[in-house]
């Protein structure tokens, strides 16, 4: 394709801001004076994206969470779609947010538009019957993971392998003396981050037991330091929770910023998403998370296929790490499993070995690989 395209994105929180602005860097090399437009957040408008409506309005999480939001989310897709439909962008690239983004590419591509699906939902984990949906909305699907495209082309469906992008933006070799530095924290203090996820939802269900389990391990080891990553906008809801029941132990939020958290931490207490590859490819020690509200917990458990929840367990195909889900997840259970990462030196290191393994297993430059994979999908 010799002109700059008009395309068409969504990106549905910090996740996929991020997919979607290191996506938009690969495209934009290609194509300088590239226009792209939709859902998005601060990353893709660095790269000059132009946001109809921030991403935030679809960062939302759990069954019974998205039927609060449902008709504002609804009414945005409608619009969205109608509009797309009259201006007719060259493609639309759906970046993850399956339960939006499917059934707006299903009506695009009805009405002519070429569809393309960045991330490929995770079928082989839960919820398999949607590859069927998939096939309908999706002219070609970008996969992070390398087992994927063979997967989609069972079911007819056009893929490519793209990697993920953020194991070419991290460095293999952690700097952990850079980021300790950049934050204030001694080369002698044992750092713990706590990342209880980023959106409002995961937040209000896990900011307080994360924030507790803080409590729990500075109780029995006092000399502890936390650091907690704040993504913009959810600073009202974390500051309170951590006022309320951090007890003695110094929690520092830091805004943003959450790979150098990452970096200078010793061990990480995370939500279940995409900040565990994270944590991963920073090869840290880390304890996975999660609540919601308890009929979507029990919605979800039902679809699922795979005995581990977080992709670190799930890309190695073994506990690598331990997972506390809903009503396991207490303070206490929290504090023991990272406080056991501290005292196993030895277990670090040879987790650190399988998660450098993985990050080279991941390495792909992903911008480049979607680009072309992008261009070829336009000339067709």
């Known amino acids: 394709m010799d002109r700059a395209p008009q395309l068409a994105l969504v990106a549905g929180e910090a996740s996929g801001d991020l997919l979607a602005g290191l996506l938009m860097g690969g495209l934009r090399a290609r194509w300088p004076a590239l226009r792209a437009a939709g859902i998005g957040g601060p990353r893709m408008a660095a790269q000059g994206f132009e946001a109809w409506w921030p991403h935030e309005k679809l960062a939302v999480r759990g069954y019974v969470e998205v039927l609060r939001h449902y008709r504002e989310i609804a009414a945005i897709r409608r619009t969205l779609g109608d509009r797309l439909l009259r201006e007719r962008p060259d493609a639309f690239i759906g970046v993850d947010a399956p339960d939006f983004n499917l059934g707006l590419e299903e009506r695009l591509r009805a009405g002519g538009v070429r569809t393309i699906h960045f991330v490929c939902p995770s079928i082989w984990a839960w ?3 949607r590859v069927e949906k998939i096939r309908r909305a999706a002219d070609h699907v970008l996969c992070l993971f390398p087992f994927e495209p063979e997967l989609l082309a069972a079911h007819g469906i056009a893929a490519t392998y793209v990697g993920h992008p953020l194991a070419d933006t991290i460095p293999l070799e952690v700097p952990r003396s850079k980021a300790r530095q950049a934050l204030g924290v001694g080369e002698g203090e044992t750092v713990v981050a706590l990342m209880p996820g980023s959106r409002r939802s995961e937040a209000q269900y896990m ?5 507790q389990a803080a409590a729990e391990m500075h109780r029995r080891e006092p000399g502890l330091r936390f650091l907690l990553p704040v993504v913009p906008g959810l600073h009202g809801l974390i500051a309170p929770a951590v006022e309320q029941y951090a007890g003695g132990a110094a929690v520092t939020l830091v805004e943003g910023r959450s790979h150098e958290v990452l970096a200078a931490s010793d061990v990480v207490i995370v939500a279940s998403g995409t ?4 944590a991963a490819l920073f090869k840290r020690p880390m304890v996975i998370t999660y609540k919601m509200h308890w009929l979507s917990y029990q919605l979800m458990k039902r679809m699922g296929y795979l005995p581990w929840v977080g992709l670190p367990n799930i890309l190695c195909e073994d ?3 331990p997972e506390l889900l809903q009503d396991a997840a207490t ?3 929290l504090a023991d499993a990272a406080l056991r990462w501290l005292h196993d030196p030895a277990g670090c290191a040879r987790l650190a070995e399988r998660f450098t393994e ?4 991941l390495r792909r430059d992903t911008a480049q690989a979607a680009t072309h994979a992008i261009e070829e999908v336009l000339r067709g």
């Open 331 to 333: 303070p206490q259970a």
């Open 207 to 211: 900011a307080a037991s994360v924030v």
């Open 275 to 278: 900040a565990t590859l994270e």
């Open 358 to 361: 993985l990050h080279l297993r």
């Open 319 to 321: 506990f690598v790490v």
């Open 127 to 129: 919820r398999g019957k």
